[in-house]
């Protein structure tokens, strides 16, 4: 199995901006990487690129220590040579051709002698539960069997490695649920680099041990998961994963001893970092509060209004104001609260986020006091 | 008793199902009832006949059944024209396939240069009337046996054409496969162009070579578009008249059309009408096969998907070589027939194309009172002809109202009670026409309507006929676009003015038509155009009162007059291009686009 390097690759459409721009990667083997970003952030080109069905237009591309792309040294290896497996988003199933021919058409461009493609149909059939069907056409089967036909497909061939292209996009919220279950067992199963394209980050952070974050073809955040939640790299980040999103609360700045001093019209705090920070000439920035930790509580607390409440029996999402600032915050439990009502909004832990207003990077994670 | 009262009463109290039964009841007139009329006719003795068949006019017989199927003359009468039929109609199948769909692959998947002229000229002779292409063939090729002078490729270049090049099934087979082969390329080229660019992909990523791609995913893919052309291209083979007229009459090769036309117009009716009943059966029958092929082909649902660059095939040295090649093609389709009627119309002597040879005489000279068509007026001067284009005009005119307003109600109301036995009976009924030959609907008419019926008078020979068989022939296609569009339009749209009370006359008005807009325009717009260039419709129901200017040009080239035959041509082609032009600007979508669809 392969780790997969991307130096410096940037992809630029005949007309338009950058697609991807200069973009270093690195996907080390037998990880379940999550390639994520809004629409139009070059997820899907990249995913392109490393399989081969789209040229870069500069940079390299390494399996290993094999170049398969290089614009300077002219290296160019197709796509049917890169030994990697490719599972579209509408599946791309040849509907003039039954689940079995579907599945075995690969093996045969192979030169697989007969029985043991017979075998290798049957053993995946068996294992993505679609025996039943093999005789079937594409059309004939539901939108979640077509789906593990075309994954069954991409498998036959033992790929070393795994592209997806939002395979689960879809499919209904139930399938995809089961789906994201079964696709993380195949990855303990197969032990394949699995390379996975989505724009949904709940997808993303359930299901793969590295998240690449991009945005406008720029590479944004590449670390776990957790690590992607609990320490965004920058105010995109933070904003674009976890749901319901970050409050973020522009403040000013000023340092007092081993505290910082935050205020805005409506809030006044003391922020205590976890380690040493340099603020901002400007002493302009923003407060990252995540909906979990501003909690209803009685000590170090603020006074605040509920606006709205969105039960959902396991948890509640709670909006409130203090002053004309709205904070968004996630009570666990099967709590309701009435519009108006007034309380007691807190703080604890020492994930509080404090990022640069100007330049939108994070400076450090700290307390909060009031 | 009250109850179903009420129930009749609900009916009825919809607009669309008081339309659909007016409808049912004029359409089983027009298109069922003369269906019997015409079998009938096969077994009654008619004016012509009396003489040979020793029967009085009227009279029952098994005469013409028995001359068609057992008598001498079946192999003449019937057989031969059958097979002829078949046998042009399947090659020119295989012609259009591989011209049209060769030039759908070299434009959609390889670097062929100037592209984007190629296919405008390519789609070309679809818009023109069917014959073109056969008239630009004998005026280029024509020899000695249909007298005169020998033809403009003879003229330039002194080689005399032998027969088979010039006439019979080689050229109808070719001018015929060319006029559809535009059909071929609108056809693949569509499913090439909007095939899903990932199943390609996904082959190239299962390390498949490009020979086993073309084989198992390409063609397979484009086979159910192949079926499509092979369908049309065969029936409009079958049902096409000109061509073979043109080009099979000069050494006597019948074809179905023409020996139906030859019947009719001659001593025996009676085999006529059963070739037009024979030429019905085969189209259906070609329709149920189809039917039966796309309901078990379940294997071929249509895909699209969004579609990425495929790279293209590159013709490397053989670029330009093929291009210039395909440049050749698409000029002799139709740019070089143009110039043939262009010069065809100019010359004085036939055969003389030396430029002290060409006069204007045909289109703006003055009648010289003489009686030999030299001294005829010339069309643009010719009262005749100017009589018969307003006439043409005024045809088509009619047709397109009355198709395109007819075609757009019953769309709305087959939509509208979808489901209901009623609404597929009537939906049925507006599709007939299209199964049947042009001719073939033709002779039909002439058996129901040369005589009383009713309180119908005999309506042969009057403008009403021509006007009725041309809205019912072309029904099909506006009720076609009329139901497409109103299933994209949610009935909520109109329920909304139902609850707030508007009435219905108001709905349709100021709701329904405004959104149809583009729908209704092309519904009227198709059948003028069709009108226009319609002659195997019109041939055997036109008299010397009442001529269109495809029959004036038809009978012009009976006559011999080959200079006015071409200039009129050139008249007919002016004013499809013009209304074509007018449809694309008014509409944004082309012609061919239209026909294609239904």
Redesign the interface.
Same mark, same amino acid.
Do not use: C, I
């Given at each position: 199995m392969p780790t997969i390097r991307l130096v410096n690759i940037t992809k630029q459409f005949s007309k338009g901006s950058k697609a991807v721009d200069h973009l270093n990667l690195t996907i080390e083997d037998g990880h379940f990487v999550s390639l994520l970003g809004p629409s139009g952030c070059g997820k899907t080109t990249t995913l392109?690129m490393i =399989?081969g069905?789209?040229t870069p237009t500069d940079g390299e591309i390494y399996f290993d220590d094999t170049c398969v792309f290089s614009n300077e040294k002219g290296i160019n290896v197709?796509?049917?040579?890169r030994n990697?497996?490719?599972l579209?988003?509408?599946y791309?199933l040849?509907?003039?051709?039954?689940v079995r021919r579907n599945i075995a058409?690969?093996l045969e461009?192979?030169k697989w002698d007969k029985k043991k493609i017979e075998n290798r149909v049957a053993e995946i059939c068996k294992a993505m539960r679609i025996e039943e069907y093999v005789d079937r056409?594409? =059309?004939?089967l539901s939108g979640g069997q077509q789906q593990r036909v075309a994954i069954a497909?991409t498998l036959a061939?033992n790929p070393r490695v795994l592209l997806m292209d939002e395979p689960l996009s879809n499919l209904d919220a139930k399938l995809r649920n089961d789906m994201r279950a079964e696709l993380k067992r195949l990855h303990k199963d197969t032990g394949a680099t699995f390379i996975y394209v989505t724009h949904d980050q709940l997808e993303a952070m359930t299901l793969s041990t590295r998240i690449c974050l991009m945005k406008l073809g720029v590479l944004q955040q590449y670390s776990s998961p957790l690590e992607l939640y609990g320490k965004p790299a920058n105010l995109f980040t933070a904003d674009f994963v976890g749901n319901p999103s970050i409050n973020l609360i522009p403040m000013t700045a000023e340092a007092r001893g081993d505290g910082v001093k935050l205020s805005s019209a409506d809030l006044k705090l003391t922020f205590r970092p976890n380690e040493a920070v340099t603020l901002p000439e400007s002493g302009k920035v923003v407060l990252g509060i995540r909906p979990e930790f501003l909690k209803q509580q009685a000590e170090n607390a603020v006074d605040a209004q509920v606006e709205s409440s969105l039960p959902s029996g396991m948890e509640t999402i709670l909006v409130t104001r203090v002053g004309a600032q709205r904070l968004t915050s996630v009570i666990f439990g099967d709590v309701d609260f009435v519009a108006g009502e007034n309380l007691k909004m807190g703080f604890s832990g020492n994930k509080y986020q404090l990022f640069d207003a100007d330049t939108g990077m994070r400076l450090t994670s700290g307390s909060l006091e009031v | 008793m009250k109850k179903s009262i009420n129930k009749i009463k609900t009916f009825f109290s919809k607009p669309y199902n008081i339309l659909l039964i007016v409808l049912m009841v004029t359409l089983t007139y027009l298109v069922i009832l003369p269906l019997f009329s015409i079998v009938g006719d096969t077994f009654v003795v008619h004016a012509s006949e009396k003489s040979r068949v020793g029967q009085p006019v009227g009279s029952f017989t098994l005469y013409h059944w028995l001359r068609a199927f057992a008598s001498d003359y079946s192999k003449i009468l019937i057989w031969e024209p059958l097979w002829h039929s078949l046998y042009t109609s399947a090659l020119s199948c295989l012609v259009a396939i591989v011209i049209g769909g060769g030039f759908a692959w070299l434009v959609t998947r390889t670097d062929l240069r100037w592209k984007k002229v190629l296919t405008k000229l390519f789609i070309f002779p679809y818009i023109m009337p069917s014959w073109t292409l056969a008239l630009a063939w004998r005026n280029f090729f024509k020899n000695a046996v249909i007298g005169g002078a020998p033809g403009i490729f003879t003229a330039l270049t002194g080689i005399t054409i032998p027969d088979w090049f010039a006439y019979g099934p080689f050229p109808i087979i070719v001018t015929t496969g060319l006029h559809y082969s535009p059909f071929a390329y609108i056809l693949i080229g569509g499913v090439l162009r909007n095939m899903d660019a990932n199943l390609e992909e996904a082959a190239i990523i299962l390390r498949t070579n490009k020979l086993r791609m073309f084989t198992k995913i390409t063609i397979p893919m484009v086979m159910p578009a192949v079926m499509s052309t092979i369908i049309l291209v065969f029936s409009s083979g079958m049902s096409s008249f000109a061509v073979p007229q043109f080009l099979g009459l000069p050494v006597r090769y019948y074809v179905l059309t023409t020996e139906m036309y030859s019947t009719i117009q001659g001593t025996n009716p009676g085999v006529g009408y059963i070739i037009a009943i024979l030429m019905m059966v085969i189209s259906v029958g070609i329709m149920l096969a189809n039917q039966y092929m796309i309901g078990t082909r379940k294997s071929y649902a249509t895909v699209t998907g969004k579609s990425a660059n495929i790279s293209l095939f590159h013709l490397k040295k053989l670029r330009t070589v093929v291009s210039l090649l395909v440049v050749l093609v698409v000029l002799c389709m139709s740019v070089i027939p143009m110039i043939s009627f262009v010069l065809q119309s100019l010359i004085l002597t036939d055969g003389n194309y030396h430029l002290s040879n060409m006069t204007l005489d045909f289109w703006i000279g003055i009648s010289k009172g003489g009686n030999d068509y030299q001294d005829k007026a010339g069309i643009l001067r010719n009262a005749d002809v100017w009589k018969t284009l307003f006439n043409s005009l005024k045809l088509s005119f009619t047709c397109a109202i009355g198709a395109g307003t007819v075609g757009f109600l019953a769309g709305y109301s087959i939509v509208r009670r979808r489901g209901s036995s009623l609404s597929r009976f009537v939906e049925n009924l507006t599709f007939i026409p299209y199964l049947i030959p042009s001719m073939a609907f033709s002779a039909i008419y002439l058996s129901m309507f040369s005589q009383q019926r009713g309180i119908i008078p005999s309506l042969y020979g009057t403008f009403a006929l021509l006007a009725l068989i041309g809205t019912v022939k072309y029904l099909p296609m506006a009720s076609r676009s009329g139901v497409n569009s109103m299933l994209q339009l949610s009935p909520e749209i109109e329920e909304a003015g139902v609850i707030m009370g508007i009435p219905w006359w108001k709905r349709m008005t100021r709701i329904i038509v405004p959104i149809q807009k583009s729908t209704i325009v092309s519904g009227y717009l198709l059948p003028f155009v069709s009108c226009m260039r319609e002659l195997s419709l019109f041939v055997i129901l036109v008299t010397a009162n009442n001529r269109v200017l495809t029959t004036l040009l038809f009978f012009y080239d009976e006559k011999g007059w080959a200079q006015y035959g071409n200039a009129i041509n050139l008249l007919i082609i002016f004013i499809v291009l013009l209304v074509n032009f007018v449809v694309e600007k008014l509409t944004g979508a082309s012609i061919e686009k239209g026909v294609g669809g239904n």
């Open positions: 392109r =399989a069905l789209e197709s796509p049917d040579k990697v497996g490719f579209f988003q509408n791309a040849w509907p003039h051709m039954t058409f690969g461009n192979m056409y594409p =059309a004939e497909r061939p | -």
